[in-house]
């Protein structure tokens, strides 16, 4: 009799740890499926909007070659209207940079270096951010810029995580997770009617201590409560240079001469 009550009890813990197990792998399921509708949902919300307007906090973090992290923070702000016109403002330690595009030309200014570039880009927005990355200057946080960020975003990703609300400047928001093979990145999703980002973060997974690109979203406008803009590009008493002058608007100094950068 011992041994038949021993056997029941261990074939008891056996469906409890099974029906756990079940329970949270159905639970992880459920928090996946979330996750994908709360990004699907933002990027539908996004992708409807003709105009939109934003200020922003970034930090780029880097790895010295010497293995220090090193972190570098800029400001900035974003006027777009779909499809082909979009104004961007960074100011940081080493660069005041404006880019201006209005459908037929990129205008790019270093006012920090008294030089300004023009070129041919004809096109919508979403044309202009892979010319922006092919130029070295990356729109803050482009990947949220486009259409369709949900596509943009999801094509890679191998896992998916909600990780439940989060506070971005008082703001309270949907936090997910998102893994690629190459980065793991994360995002904080304002909870209502305009789930626009609050924040965008993206940490290399291929690179030691594992350096990040952070943007902060404030000031968040959309729609009808976005003023018209000005899309006329002003040079002040910039003159005239070309793309080799602009190499130096990064966010990140010049590093030379105490190891490089990853």
């Known amino acids: 009799m011992p041994s038949t009550i021993a056997a029941g009890a261990r074939g008891w813990r056996a469906g409890l740890i099974a029906a756990a197990i079940v329970a949270g792998a ?8 979330d996750a994908r509708a709360l990004l699907k949902a933002m990027s539908d919300y996004m ?5 939109l307007s934003f200020a922003y906090d970034s930090s780029l973090a880097i790895i010295t070659a010497d293995l220090q992290k090193l972190e570098f923070a800029s400001s900035g702000t974003v006027s777009l209207e779909r499809p082909d016109k979009i104004r961007i403002t ?9 880019v201006v595009f209005d459908g037929k030309q990129l205008s790019i200014l270093g006012k920090d270096i008294g030089k300004y570039v023009q070129v041919p880009a004809p096109g919508t927005v979403e044309d202009l951010i892979e010319r922006l990355r092919d130029r070295g200057v990356p729109a803050p946080g482009a990947d949220l810029l486009l259409a369709n960020v949900n596509d943009a975003l999801m094509e890679p990703v191998i896992d998916v995580k909600d990780l439940g609300s989060g506070v971005i400047n008082g703001e309270e928001c949907n936090h997910l997770a998102f893994r690629t093979d190459s980065v793991d990145w994360q ?3 304002s909870m209502g009617d305009d789930p626009h980002p609050c924040r965008y973060v993206v940490t290399s997974k291929l690179m030691a201590l594992a350096p990040e690109y952070r943007v902060d979203v404030r000031d968040w406008k959309a729609g ?3 003023v018209a803009g000005d899309f006329s ?3 002040g008493a910039a003159t005239p240079g070309e793309l080799a002058d602009l190499r130096g608007i990064d966010e990140v ?3 030379s001469g105490e190891g490089d950068a990853q």
């Not at 159905?26 to 499926?33: K, P, R």
């Open 47 to 51: 992708g409807a909007q003709q105009a």
């Open 224 to 226: 009808d409560a976005v």
């Open 253 to 255: 100094p010049d590093l």
């Open 233 to 235: 590009f002003d040079p």
């Open 187 to 189: 995002i904080w999703i």
């Open 26 to 33: 159905s639970a992880a399921a459920a928090d996946e499926n």
């Open 90 to 98: 960074r100011t940081g330690g080493f660069a005041d940079v404006e």
